[in-house]
């Protein structure tokens, strides 16, 4: 695996790739990666010639108050991890080389009404830094596909409406959700989880459980949500949102039948996401 820091040489060997006519795929991380991670590039490989993964810590998409600062930096172990998976590329630039105009001065691109509500309510702008920088890398590796994480459902959302709206050329593969044995799903913010929060949160998933069990045998949604947050705050957690929408995150209706659960909630300052599809009765 080569691991490439600057983007000239990033387009002179993704250029040899594309003239031998070579597939690529495109795996955008921000390292400290996990087993979640390594089945976006498992996911890749069966789908391409070329697997290109990218590490960058992404200052645009983190608020007033958030971990940029603490977010675990590991490339040397994600690196070799890669490696082993099978990844033929890894791209690593600083933030001067995506943003050498500074981050206030930076183009960016704003998805609406997906991008609304859910996380991008409770961290303003997150999803414009997520979606200004995932088109900078499809403008600058220009993959046939590239694959993310189901985990972040909003977020998978929010790129495909801008691969549509912007016309890329680019298959968005949806991974599904890896979790661990007491199915917490797994996140490189699980990290900061004391043992007493690690032994915690996996409530967070079997709660969501607990509701698609109910809301498939026809419960009424509201009461199920609100009993929903009750539970989870008498866990330990701080709910941020529990919510149920459609499966494209419009509102969920009488008519929905294809619908996702999404939470996040707090466990002291590690905030924890998860989602459940699931379909609705008639």
């Not at 006519?21 to 955008?28: N, S």
């Not at 010639?49 to 600062?69: H, K, M, R, S, W």
């Not at 990844?87 to 105009?101: E, G, K, M």
Request: aromatic share 4%; charged share 25%; proline share 6%.
């Amino acid at each position: 695996m080569r691991t490439l820091r600057e983007i000239p040489a990033l387009r002179e060997t993704l250029g040899d790739a594309r003239r031998r006519g070579e597939r690529i795929a495109l795996v955008p991380t921000m390292g400290n990666l996990h087993d979640g991670h390594l089945a976006l590039v498992a996911a890749a490989r069966e789908r391409a010639d070329v697997v290109i993964a990218t590490i960058f810590v992404n200052p645009l998409q983190f608020g007033a108050g958030e971990d940029l600062d603490a977010y675990p930096r590991t490339l040397e172990e994600d690196q070799a991890r890669l490696e082993a998976a099978g990844c033929d590329l890894l791209f690593a630039p600083d933030t001067t080389t995506v943003y050498p105009r500074g981050l206030e001065a930076q183009t960016r691109i704003v998805v609406p009404e997906v991008s609304e509500g859910l996380c991008g309510a409770s961290r303003p702008g997150h999803f414009d830094g997520v979606s200004t920088v995932v088109g900078m890398l499809f403008n600058l590796v220009q993959p046939d596909l590239a694959c993310f994480g189901e985990k972040d459902y909003q977020q998978l959302a929010v790129i495909r409406r801008m691969v549509a709206d912007l016309h890329f050329p680019i298959e968005i593969v949806g991974v599904p959700i890896v979790r661990a044995e007491d199915g917490l799903a797994l996140s490189s913010r699980n990290g900061y989880l004391s043992p007493e929060q690690r032994a915690i949160a996996p409530r967070l998933y079997a709660t969501l459980c607990e509701l698609r069990e109910g809301l498939e045998a026809g419960s009424t949604p509201s009461a199920l949500l609100e009993q929903g947050r009750t539970r989870l705050e008498e866990a330990g957690f701080e709910p941020d949102y529990l919510e149920l929408r459609a499966a494209d995150l419009g509102p969920a209706t009488t008519a929905t039948r294809e619908a996702v659960l999404l939470a996040a909630a707090r466990l002291g300052t590690t905030r924890l996401i998860d989602n459940l599809t699931l379909t609705l009765p008639r």
